[in-house]
């Protein structure tokens, strides 16, 4: 069986002492990183020659031995940091070579340098526990397991919060095919409903984070603009949009992978038409960017399983054709049940769309 690698991410805590290290550690691997760049620019400008990664990183021992801060990053990270800037090499390297006109590597500011890696071992997990060399004990929160051999750790710091990232080598498992298909309706109350009437919620505090999402907006745009207070509420503010991205993350993985077992193939709204169709002011936002999510997931994840597929329709009149007989039954928004009088089918309404939808794109296909 064929592998792959799969990345799990696990957001981790950290004490005061382990924050200052961790932050030390990415400054440490953020100003080699700048340094070998300007080595490579330098080389380059006045020899014409470019440097190797394993010439560079050759020089680690000495750097050491001169800047011993340095001797508090284990090796391997400081190898992965001239790792990605060699990569960053080639990748400009076979740009050029395809004809293209790509900007030289850039140097990395604080907010872009904002991981280091753990590239084979000096790293553990057991339990909550994730063991790192140089930086000691640390708070997991493993909210699913981790499966597969782990073959990097990855530290990130992303808004103020810090997570752990593991790449694993898994098999590439094949989904039994189940011969059934479906058709979903994305709703705004809950998450969709199936054309089999199965209806999937919104992730559980849904509501709740939204509503902290809405005053904490609030509370930065009454706050002064440069003031101490509001560099606090828009520290906040991201802090919330990075935990509604991964709860919408988790759920959108979660509901793909749900489907692709029940079903072989997917039909689902085409996003564009549907926003047109069916998205109302208050919800747009919110919901534009949950089922744009949703809908990259479900498809990419669909491609990668024998097959799967997925196909997106045109959404138009989903909702007020009869899933009977095919007659006309306008209705508005707030009618929940579609009855038809032509062949008296009375069914939920969304249920009665998602069987459109599912017929759409069996004809379609
Ligand atoms: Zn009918």
Not at 56 to 78: C, D, F, G, R, W
Not at 228 to 240: N, P, Q, S, Y
Not at 254 to 270: G, P, S
Not at 290 to 302: C, H, P, Q, S, Y
């Amino acid at each position: 069986m064929r592998k792959i690698l799969k990345t799990y991410r696990y957001r981790i805590y950290l004490n005061k002492e382990q924050t200052v290290n961790i932050d030390n550690t990415l400054d440490l691997c953020r100003n080699l990183y700048n340094s070998a760049l300007e080595h490579r620019i330098y080389l380059y400008k006045h020899w014409k020659v470019s440097i190797s990664y394993n010439a560079q990183q050759n020089e680690l021992p000495m750097i050491k031995q001169e800047l011993p801060e340095y001797t508090a990053v284990h090796s391997q990270v400081l190898q992965d940091v001239l790792r990605r800037l060699d990569k960053a090499y080639q990748n400009f390297f076979r740009r050029v070579k395809q004809g293209e006109t790509p900007g030289i590597p850039r140097f990395q500011g604080y907010k872009r340098y904002n991981s280091f890696t753990y590239s084979q071992s000096g790293f553990s997990l057991s339990g909550s526990h994730l063991q790192l060399s140089k930086l000691g004990n640390i708070k997991v929160k493993l909210h699913r397991q981790v499966i597969g051999e782990m073959k990097t750790c990855t530290v990130v710091r992303k808004n103020g919060r810090y997570y752990v990232c593991f790449s694993c080598e898994v098999e590439n498992q094949t989904v039994p095919l189940t011969y059934r298909d479906a058709g979903i309706d994305m709703g705004i109350k809950e998450f969709c409903i199936t054309s089999d009437g199965e209806l999937i919620p919104n992730p559980k505090n849904y509501r709740q984070v939204e509503d902290k999402l809405k005053n904490q907006q609030r509370a930065v745009s009454r706050k002064k603009k440069g003031s101490h207070r509001r560099k606090k509420a828009v520290r906040e503010l991201a802090g919330t949009h990075e935990h509604i991205l991964n709860q919408r993350k988790d759920n959108a993985y979660k509901v793909a992978k749900n489907l692709l077992e029940k079903y072989d193939t997917i039909v689902r709204e085409d996003l564009q038409i549907a926003n047109m169709i069916k998205n109302h002011k208050l919800a747009k936002s919110i919901s534009d960017a949950g089922w744009g999510l949703f809908f990259n997931i479900l498809d990419a994840k669909a491609k990668q399983t024998l097959g799967k597929r997925v196909i997106a329709v045109d959404p138009k009149y989903t909702s007020q054709v009869c899933s009977g007989c095919g007659q006309f039954v306008k209705k508005e928004l707030s009618v929940r049940v579609h009855h038809c009088s032509g062949c008296g089918l009375t069914i939920d309404r969304d249920i009665n769309a998602a069987i459109n939808i599912l017929r759409k794109g069996l004809v379609a296909a």
